[in-house]
């Protein structure tokens, strides 16, 4: 029997996209309210309810209000909004997290999707952490851009729209200012930290594609780990995933530069170890598409764990 989903905010950019990767799936059974349906409660409740499984792609507060709608036991939930990243009874949806990730993905009712940003953070942090490499009370700074589709139809009116009251020719612009960015509490809890990191995050103009970089000073820490150090046991952590590798030695010598829209349209995430072992620093540097394992990509890999089917099914456009 096929699997029914629902997608809440079908029409939304991350809604798309996730409808894009299983439109050809012949195992689910799509649930879908026509345009004049989707602001009425009374029907979406009843879409919510008749799911076995329901996609959130809404701002927070319409995602904390669709859960409250589902009112019986059967109906697990992915959440692609903010709301629920850090809450209990809540399964981060980050499958290459932790070697048992996965598994408690596979049985989680509600499984809260990762940020975009800390995907590639918690990727390049959390081994280390685990490891004993890099403290668990280092001051760790994340310095970040991002294609402009990462704000959402808004930020995409204002980068694309020369109509639009708000249009900007800027070709960089740093934001969260304030450090206070709504992704933090995330990066601080799943990478293993025992403070918030100091997150600086930019958006560029291009549409899509993500690069995450975390310097370290080698020297500061404890042993000096070398670069060869951190990129072994990122190696073997992920050793085998699909989706997430860690670029070799040779590879990251070679190159003079790296390409934010290398890896766009799929649910790919590459990691790399840049250093310096004459002055003991290196940068742990993230690639990945933020609508691809930033977000639709890595929401349908976790569709596909908790109905059984392969984990790579439709995941890439």
């Not at 070799?248 to 790296?258: F, N, Q, Y």
């Not at 390409?259 to 766009?264: H, I, M, Q, T």
């Not at 690639?287 to 977000?295: F, Q, R, S, V």
């Amino acid at each position: 029997m096929a699997t029914r989903i629902f997608i809440d905010g079908e029409v939304g950019t991350t809604g798309l996209q996730i409808k894009s990767r299983l439109a050809t799936r012949t195992d689910l059974d799509f649930i879908s309210l026509g345009e004049e349906k989707r602001k009425d409660a009374a029907a979406r409740r009843e879409a919510l309810n008749e799911a076995d499984v329901v996609v959130l792609c809404l701002p927070d507060d319409a995602a904390r209000e669709a859960v409250a709608l589902i009112d019986n036991d059967r109906t697990r939930v992915i959440d692609a909004s903010t709301a629920h990243r850090v809450a209990d009874g809540w399964t981060y949806g980050f499958p290459e997290m932790t070697p048992s990730q996965k598994q408690q993905i596979s049985g989680a009712m509600r499984v809260t999707n990762p940020g975009c940003y800390p995907t590639g953070m918690i990727a390049l942090v959390r081994p280390l952490v685990d490891a004993g490499l890099v403290p668990s009370g280092w001051p760790l700074t994340v310095n970040a851009v991002s294609g402009y589709s990462g704000g959402g139809k808004g930020m995409i009116a204002e980068f694309e729209d020369e109509t639009a009251s708000n249009f900007t020719k800027d070709n960089y612009r740093t934001y969260a200012l304030t450090l206070a960015h709504k992704h933090v509490p995330e990066m601080q809890a799943y990478g293993g930290l025992a403070h918030p990191p100091l997150f600086a995050p930019a958006v560029g103009r291009y549409a899509q594609g993500m690069i995450v970089d975390v310097p370290l000073q080698l020297w500061a820490l404890d042993g000096a780990p070398t670069p060869d150090a951190l990129r072994d046991v990122l190696a073997t952590h992920f050793e085998g995933r699909q989706f997430v590798s860690v670029a070799s030695a040779a590879e990251t010598d070679a190159m003079k530069g790296l390409d934010p829209e290398g890896l766009n349209g799929t649910n790919r995430l590459k990691l790399f170890v840049f250093g310096n072992e004459a002055t003991q620093q290196a940068r742990l540097v993230a690639l990945l598409d933020n609508l691809g394992k930033g977000a639709s990509g890595q929401a349908v890999q976790c569709l596909n764990i908790m109905i059984g089917a392969e984990e790579g099914l439709g995941v890439d456009l």
